[in-house]
Nanobody, 124 residues
Framework: EVQLVESGGGLVQAGGSLRLSCATS????????IGWFRQAPGKEREGVSR????????YYADSVKGRFTISSDNAKNTVYLQMNSLKPEDTAVYYC?????????????????WGQGTQVTVSS
């Protein structure tokens, strides 16, 4: 059974940094993508970033480009999202998800497995 568990959320002041972790287990596929999404109250879920297992290629939403970095540690079965220069508008519940294709971008419908989410709050 595939499981994804996020951690690392919290409260931080604007301009600060956080690193989110997505620990995966039960992944037996060779080719897949891990994506980070976020959902603020009253807003739709937004794709933030994605990394492919096959070639490590990454994708970032314009809203986080240059501030967030996605990476993976295959030995630890963990994907990270380093978030720098945080803004109050980054406040949301952050989810990681797994898509059974390396062609997935950041549309939620492309993803098959989801974690439970971790809260990130950025104060002004």
């Amino acid at each position: 059974e595939v499981q994804l568990v996020e951690s690392g959320g919290g409260l931080v002041q604007a301009g600060g940094s956080l690193r989110l972790s997505c620990a995966t287990s039960g992944v037996t596929f060779d080719n897949y993508a891990i994506g980070w999404f976020r959902q603020a109250p009253g807003k739709e879920r937004e794709g933030v970033s994605r990394i492919s297992s096959s070639d490590g290629s990454t994708y970032y939403a314009d809203s986080v480009k240059g501030r967030f970095t996605i990476s993976s540690d295959n030995a630890k079965n963990t994907v990270y999202l380093q978030m720098n220069s945080l803004k109050p508008e980054d406040t949301a519940v952050y989810y990681c998800a797994l898509a059974l294709t390396t062609l997935a971008t950041t549309y939620a419908d492309e993803y098959d497995y989801w974690g439970q989410g971790t809260q990130v709050t950025v104060s002004s």
